[in-house]
């Protein structure tokens, strides 16, 4: 471990203060920070093909279809057990990896024969401890869709990982209209227009959609709060992106991404690097096509999929990255060009770490100041308490405390809060400053 003091000033008796950073060193796995690429085969029997469909919240099962001896089955992969397909009639097994508190989601039919002909009602239904239970909403159409597919239709579409949402939608000729579910009690609490797609929701509530402009389509993300996200500008040389998942932290967004000439591939797209192709940071998958990126895990560190293998057989892969902290602190280093070994480095001589530099927002390339530090000191002086601004969702990987010294030597924990949100912290002095102390930092530790 080691620490770097960042800046010094007067203030009051406190003849200086002191900003430190701390980091462990990394492994030779987070340093080397390399993706890993699995292709999963298929069921025996029958021809080849495999396609995922979801990934569990953990990143280490994946589901989708497959064709075996006896036409197409549901599949559970993993690297211990491999691809295994999973019983028509027992669906546990299946349908709890979408739920992390084993919450089966779905959607059944009921056929029904009346004056006016054949009906075919669609609804989502939720499943817990073995009782099912149909979810319609108060619309007059109640979603019913008749024998020749004219109607409307209600879908179960994404249940969070922790069971507490339900995204369903809602569509007929004119209309498409989402649903967010709450389960604790169960009922319908926030209706939304306005999207063309549905995709994913998160476990606060944030929704992944798409929406279609004049000349393309574009993901957005409504998040909890009410604020709307579109993701940033696609790249030279796409005509649109569909996303199909994102990672509970809104971070990390997967779809597939058609270029100018109509092919299609896989997409990661994250707030630190923009959208790029998992083709590109996929390692050893020569003469593949990486078509679709159908769902992403909870952290953002695993992605399953599917697309053409070398043979061009339809097959399901699975990609994972290196760890949350690697992959957005290690792309920022990468976006700047600075080795992923180089936390505690000061690039610019500015005496800032590299990572005082990514938690506070600043340029690692340009020599600059950190404008809040006379304020800590005063702070700390009087109690008080101030607020500093941080690169958003950058609490996720670090933890930051307060420690005071009488000699730079021995560093003792202040007695202070510090609460974050998604670009600010709060920090609030409880207790007056020791006589002793001369000197006090804010330590920042990657976790």
């Not at 290690?330 to 001589?349: C, K, N, R, V």
């Not at 670009?423 to 006090?440: H, K, Q």
Request: hydrophobic residues 40%.
């Amino acid at each position: 471990m080691s620490a770097s003091s960042l800046n010094n000033n007067s203030m009051n008796r406190f003849t200086c203060y002191s900003i430190a950073v701390m980091a462990a060193a990394p492994s030779s796995d987070a340093q080397s920070g390399s993706p890993t690429f699995t292709s999963l085969g298929d069921l025996p029997g029958g021809r080849f093909e495999s396609i995922a469909t979801a990934i569990s919240p953990d990143g280490t099962r994946v589901l989708g279809q497959s064709a075996g001896a006896k036409g197409s089955h549901r599949f559970v992969w993993s690297a211990e057990t491999g691809m295994v397909a999973v019983d028509r009639e027992s669906s546990t097994d299946w349908a709890s990896l979408y739920a992390a508190n084993g919450m089966v989601v779905g959607n059944t039919d009921t056929v029904e024969d009346s004056q006016q002909g054949v009906r075919r009602i669609t609804a989502p239904t939720i499943q817990f401890d073995g009782t099912p239970r149909q979810l319609f909403t108060t619309s007059p159409a109640q979603f019913e869709m008749t024998a020749t597919l004219s109607g409307s239709t209600h879908l179960a579409r994404a249940v969070s990982d922790n069971g507490e949402w339900i995204l369903t939608v809602a569509e007929d000729a004119a209309t498409l209209t989402g649903h967010v579910w709450q389960t604790q009690p169960l009922e319908v609490v926030r209706t939304i227009t306005g999207f063309d797609e549905f995709a994913d929701i998160t476990n606060d509530g944030s929704v992944l959609g798409s929406r279609k402009t004049s000349k393309t389509s574009v993901p957005v993300i409504l998040h909890a709060t009410g604020e709307e996200e579109e993701l940033s500008a696609l790249p030279s040389g796409w005509s649109m992106a569909a996303a199909s998942a994102i990672s509970n932290d809104s971070q990390t967004v997967v779809g597939h991404a058609a270029a100018s000439s109509g092919t299609k591939h896989a997409f990661i797209w994250n707030r630190e690097t923009g959208y790029r192709l998992v083709a590109g940071i996929a390692p050893d998958h020569a003469d593949w096509q990486l078509v679709h990126a159908v769902d992403v895990s909870s952290d953002g560190s695993a992605i399953a999929g599917y697309g053409r293998n070398a043979l061009g057989q339809a097959e399901a892969w699975l990609v994972t990255l290196p760890s949350d902290t690697q992959s957005r602190f290690g792309q920022w280093l990468t976006a700047h060009a600075l080795p992923l070994t180089s936390i505690s480095e000061d690039s610019d001589s500015d005496g800032n770490s590299n990572l005082i530099e990514f938690v506070f927002a600043t340029d690692p390339s340009k020599p600059d100041r950190l404008p809040w530090t006379a304020d800590l000191a005063s702070a700390f002086a009087m109690s008080d308490q101030m607020m500093i601004p941080i690169r958003p969702g950058a609490m996720d990987i670090v933890n930051l405390t307060i420690e005071a010294s009488p000699d730079l030597e021995t560093w003792e924990p202040v007695a202070a809060q510090v609460e974050p949100s998604n670009a600010a912290i709060r920090i609030t002095f409880n207790a007056p400053a020791p006589d002793a102390s001369r000197f006090v930092r804010l330590a920042v530790r990657l976790r």
